[in-house]
């Protein structure tokens, strides 16, 4: 059923969300979401929180997990939907992905304190809800707070972008281990907000989506809170074509910083598989 208020997409605290598990389902439910999943950013640290309190409001749940992966020299997202949070492999895996941010963090502090931007590492873990996922995310709240961006849009333009004070490159998952983390713990591997990626030229999209599919890649986000309606309607044309199914996911992140809401999304194009329909027999009521 393409008709169905599924939102697959959002981040809590466990990563780089400001909102706890709890209450993510609790928004959702009041929002009217009819199927939900967390997926924070390379951690399944808050899997069972959300699981239990969406089973306490009635809420369906999928687990989820958004892992960051280098393609090509991109850093690109892959959504996991339907894992075993506990799967030996995907714990392990994860633990390798979040490895080098401490490190990491700690060099876009010394390149912001270059251009005057004192104490950001300490800044930045102020708002860090869990030790081994410290992200830009963090560093960009704590430059609202010290007055030097009005709001964290525009950090990311001035700061923490390639090019400008703040970013560090970073070697990420491999494209085909992340899908194989996700479809060994027994869910379907999803290609997140892909209008996001700054590929070289549409060959390199094409790439993408061609290695995603032959590592056995299922889905792609059509419907996000990232994409505008034109691109809704363009990567409906590419899930049609790469025989993808299609997920919807509103990414939420914060009351005060994301422009959609958990469950305020347009529905899924009726010529779609919506990716829950092979993720049936994972759904937790
Ligand atoms: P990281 O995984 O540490 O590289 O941080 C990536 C996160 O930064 C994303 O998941 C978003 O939450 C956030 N982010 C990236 N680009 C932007 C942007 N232009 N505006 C707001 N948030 C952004
Ligand atoms: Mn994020
Ligand atoms: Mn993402
Ligand atoms: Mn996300």
């Known amino acids: 059923m393409t008709i169905l208020n599924a939102d697959l997409h ?21 929002n009217g979401v009819e199927l939900w999943a967390l997926t924070d950013h390379d951690e399944v640290g808050g899997q069972h929180r959300a699981a239990q309190a969406a089973r306490a409001l009635g809420l369906p749940y999928l687990s989820g997990v958004e892992i960051s992966v280098t393609f090509a020299g991109l850093t690109v997202h892959i959504v996991g939907l339907g894992v075993d949070p506990d799967d030996p492999q995907l714990v392990q895996g994860l633990a390798h992905t979040r490895g080098g941010r401490e490190r990491r963090a700690r060099e876009m502090a010394q390149q912001l304190a270059a251009v005057g931007i004192r104490g950001a590492f300490e800044g930045a873990l102020k708002y860090v809800g869990n030790p081994e996922l410290i992200s830009r995310t963090h560093f960009a709240r704590y ?12 950090v990311f333009r001035r700061f923490l972008t390639e090019g400008k004070p703040g970013y560090v490159e970073h070697r990420w998952a491999t494209l085909g281990d992340a899908v194989r983390w996700i479809t060994q713990a027994g869910g379907i591997a999803v290609i997140a907000h892909p209008a996001r990626y700054a590929h070289p030229n549409p ?81 937790l009521h």
Request: glycine share 8%; net charge negative.
């Open 203 to 283: 060959t390199q999209e094409y790439a993408l989506f061609a290695e995603f599919a032959a590592h056995g890649g299922r889905a792609v986000e059509v419907v996000t809170g990232s994409h505008s309606s034109a691109e809704a309607v363009r990567y409906a044309d590419m899930a049609l074509e790469f025989g993808l199914a299609a997920s919807r996911g509103s990414d939420f992140h914060s009351p005060d910083e994301s422009h959609t809401d958990l469950g305020a999304l347009p529905y899924l194009d009726g010529r779609l598989t919506p990716v829950w329909e092979l993720l049936a027999h994972r759904i």
């Open 10 to 30: 959002c981040h809590s605290t466990v990563s780089d969300g400001t909102l706890a598990p709890e209450a993510l389902a609790e928004r959702a439910k009041a």
């Open 143 to 154: 430059l609202v707070e010290a007055g030097v961006c009005h709001d964290t849009h525009e």
